[in-house]
């Protein structure tokens, strides 16, 4: 291609993106889904994250790359640059996909299943324009207690961090490993962090003992989450709930429990008992909005 005519071409290229990512912002205003990039250091501060050890040059599928280290202002969450400052680099990196110039591995934080920008910004966005589908990373993986995924929005950090204190306190993960309590509403786990001392507390009187914290943790969740969320499985109600978990419902069924016990004088229930009597008299529209 004649060098005025690529010189076009990338310049129309970089144009048509700012006009996408205008397009995303307006959309952003009417829908209130932001569209911004991950913050790194948000994610970090929030999920208590460790690491990032390295683990070398790897394909990464462009879909996964949510994130950034220090540039998440400058691009939004399809990789659209929002800023027209950047239009030389973006068109000389762009220039070089057309001319089949052969560009340094991109630098990435791996977090769960999100990878995050440490280097290679224009690279990610031209790469993402272009059509590309995989992009060569060096790797830095970085642990974490919970599973986060590409479509993991700002506002959901601070559940997830409420799940990474949970963790901490309870070690649930570890005293059950298969166990994996998702929870959307706000305080959520704060509140099972406090179902389980008032457990350990009863579970201290019915004994005559003092009962070690690891010990009431495996019993609660034995003998009061899982009969729960075998009922909520059983009855299949969460279909009616797109947006809620088992966890929500598991709350939902205690708070009702207490209610009934504090105002209504009825003694508590089992807990699976209590959950067959809430999803069966309980209609779809009589469920809390939290």
């Known amino acids: 291609m004649p060098t005025d005519s690529l010189s076009e071409r990338v310049q129309s290229d970089f144009r048509r993106v ?10 952003a205003a009417i829908s ?5 990039l991950l913050s790194y250091d948000e994610v970090r501060e929030k999920l208590s994250i460790g690491g990032p050890i390295y683990q070398g040059v790897k394909t990464v ?12 202002h400058e691009f939004d969450r399809a990789f659209l640059p929002k800023q027209g400052n950047t239009a030389e680099r973006w068109q000389r990196v762009n220039r070089a996909f057309y001319d089949d110039v052969s560009l340094p591995a991109v630098v990435l934080y791996k977090v769960g299943e999100v990878y995050f920008v440490v280097d290679g ?25 919970v599973s986060i995924t590409a479509d993991l929005r700002p506002e959901d950090l601070n559940i997830l961090g409420q799940k990474v204190e949970f963790l901490k306190r309870s070690l649930l993960d570890e005293l059950r ?5 998702k929870l959307t509403i706000t305080d959520g786990f704060y509140r ?52 809620k978990t088992e966890g929500d419902l598991y709350l939902w069924v205690l708070d009702r429990q207490h209610y009934l016990s504090q105002h209504k004088d009825q003694p508590l229930q089992a807990p699976e008992s209590a959950a067959r009597e ?13």
């Open 18 to 27: 700012r006009f996408k990512a205008f397009f995303n912002d307006v959309w």
């Open 32 to 36: 209130g889904q932001p569209t911004i």
């Open 61 to 72: 599928e462009i879909e996964k790359i949510s994130g950034s280290l220090n540039r998440y």
């Open 121 to 145: 910004h224009h690279r990610v966005s031209v790469a993402r324009e272009q059509g590309q589908t995989f992009i060569d990373a060096e790797v830095r993986e970085c642990s974490t207690k």
């Open 177 to 181: 490993p298969d166990a994996d309590v």
């Open 192 to 243: 099972m962090l406090e179902h389980i001392a008032v457990h350990r507390y009863f579970m201290g009187l019915d004994e005559k003992r003092d009962i070690p914290e690891d010990e009431a943790v495996k019993h609660w969740y034995d003998t009061v989450y899982t009969p729960i969320v075998k009922v909520i499985r059983e009855s299949d109600v969460l279909k009616n709930f797109p947006n």
């Open 278 to 290: 809430f999803f069966s008299d309980t209609d779809k529209n009589e469920f809390p909005r939290q």
